[in-house]
């Protein structure tokens, strides 16, 4: 692949999403298409190997991670074994696919989704803090099931105590990560937004948290009563769960599970001052999931010492009429790698369509010479 643009092209069902989808592995560890590792592995086999060369100005690195069937993932960087959880210091990637429409239409959980892959980007620590959460959150559901089933008893709400200061400890660091990086996407988002569907649109967005709910009747009331909020301190969002979590002990025993914590929360997103879930169009909606991943892709590229990061997008322009694909065409110009994936190379505009790959079976069938009659 080069620097700048580069177009696979191929009908339905010849393997231009899997390479995406290995590449957002490198950086996320998850796939964006389905919730399980195993599903990513070919039928009959045990394994699945991602390899790539990456380079960044002199330096070259291999990073290769193999996927196992059984027993835990594994992962090289040149060769040398590594901890799986740090591949994505290597390499960083933003990918949008017709999937994630779902961040705009779908559940809360998407939203919160996107925003953990990206605060690991951004600080592959928060990593740990968050299997160390659900670690907690899982625990502190299983008593509180107990409980349920055999009446709070007194040493069952002093050890739910030292539970909840636990999920405090890492539920606030969470929550005030996302908070900031709320803060920092807003400005991005509005900004992408207003450059694909043009100046008279308005793109927001903003956190729910249900550590500030007060109904505890069901899941979708919480999260109806849940509080918009900006950023927060640390010392207020422990304080305010806190307050939380006693609030809604009765409930959290009469139903076994815990009601309140970033597992919970949600990211609003309103689209000329309405929700976009409910108000936003089909192409409102694509559009408006594009731009998050612009929005992310900004970020990374502020903050990154490595360079941009790669931006992938999948399919992108089958959804886009033809004065929207020339906004984004000028949107990302001047991303270092952009790879896109198409079924029809009409339908990438000419100022992307600079280097070529044919792709056919999950093989490259023809590489097209770049612009200056090089080939790839």
Not at 86 to 109: K, Q, W
Not at 344 to 371: C, F, M, N, Q
């Amino acid at each position: 692949m080069v620097a700048g643009a580069n177009v696979f092209v191929g009908s339905n069902g010849q393997g231009k999403t899997n390479l995406v989808e290995a590449l957002g592995y490198l950086s996320t560890l998850g796939s964006h298409r389905v919730s399980s590792d195993h599903a990513m592995i070919r039928a009959g086999q045990d394994a699945a190997i991602v390899r790539a060369r990456l380079e960044n100005g002199e330096r070259q690195v291999l990073a290769e991670v193999q996927i196992n069937r059984t027993g835990a993932n594994r992962a090289q960087i040149n060769r040398s074994a590594i901890k799986t959880r740090d591949l994505p210091r290597y390499f960083s990637s933003i990918l949008f696919a017709p999937e994630d429409l779902a961040l705009v239409r779908g559940e809360p959980s998407g939203r919160r989704r996107f925003m953990d892959e990206l605060l690991v980007q951004r600080n592959p620590r928060l990593g740990g803090v968050m299997v160390d959460y659900e670690r907690v959150l899982k625990q502190r559901n299983s008593l509180l099931k107990s409980a349920r089933a055999s009446g709070l008893r007194e040493n069952q709400l002093s050890t739910l105590e030292i539970w909840d200061e636990r999920l405090v400890e890492f539920g606030s660091e969470i929550i005030q990560a996302r908070s900031a990086l709320i803060a920092d996407l807003l400005p991005e988002v509005t900004r992408a937004y207003a450059a694909i569907a043009g100046a008279d649109h308005h793109a927001s967005m903003a956190s729910y948290l249900s550590i500030l709910a007060n109904d505890t009747s069901d899941e979708a009331t919480i999260e109806q009563s849940a509080v918009r909020a900006g950023a927060l301190e640390r010392e207020e969002i422990a304080k305010n769960f806190r307050a939380a979590l006693a609030r809604l002990r009765r409930g959290e025993v009469d139903r076994g599970i815990t009601l309140a914590g970033p597992h919970r929360d949600d990211l609003m997103l309103e689209l000329n001052d309405l929700p976009a879930r409910g108000y936003a169009s089909h192409g409102e909606s694509w559009s408006f999931a594009l731009s998050l991943k612009l929005a992310a892709a900004a970020v990374l590229r502020r903050e990154s010492v490595m360079g941009d990061p790669v931006l992938i997008l999948d399919d992108v322009f089958a959804e886009l009429d033809e004065s929207r694909r020339g906004r984004l065409a000028s949107a990302i110009h001047g991303f270092e790698q952009v790879l896109i994936t198409a079924a029809v190379l009409d339908d990438v505009p000419d100022a992307l369509a600079g280097h070529i790959v044919r792709i056919k079976s999950g093989r490259i069938v023809e590489a097209e010479p770049t612009t200056d009659g090089e080939e790839s």
